[in-house]
């Protein structure tokens, strides 16, 4: 089983001029397991590991999104995610999150559909 | 950190005279590993296990739900489900489900609160 993320999502939601773009080089840090978190993110270009106590535990290439657990819990960040590639990501703040849940149903099954592969995916390690 | 699930929702959602509800005995298997799968289950009274290659990763007690996986990415069950009380579940179907997320987005955040909580009690495994 790949481990890059496999669910994409409509990129037409993220286009708006209050949601500017924020580029990062190959080796940048994006987050850092343990901090507190405001957003998640939509990539747009690029692609991004997802690191669990310094694992590789997930892949994120364009369409995909990733940070999105903080916002949903309110729980400090579970992973380190660091730019594998030269990458653009969309940022989704709490209140754009919920407005989008509220007012695009597909948005919350996309942002489930990325939970239960991620969930899947964990349970091949088990 | 406690494997039963913490998040409660909310059942006045589920109290419809079209959702009956459907009882097991400790010790039925509610559903199997690998089959396929049209429904969810919200715990009205009773507990469950949630078991993966016949380990206990979670537990769900009154107000939890589990088996929302299936519906969301149409995948066979990815665990299988024992009753550890005399329970009572809520079944809710794919039509339901959809009409819940669509018109309750705090019943769109429940579910995404349950997976992101199966997320992190994983993480703390691996």
Redesign the interface.
Known sequence: MSIVQKHQVDFKLFDRPDVPVRSFKAGDTVVTEGEPAKEMFVVRNGKVAIK??G?T?EEVAAGGMFG??AL??H?PR??TIVAIEDTDLVPINERLF?IL??DT?FF??D???V??????L??Q??
Request: proline share 3%.
């Open positions: 669990v106590h694992d535990v999105e657990m949903i819990d729980s579970s992973a919920v849940v509220q149903p919350a099954l942002v489930m559909r939970l239960v592969e991620r969930i899947r964990m349970n390690r088990l």
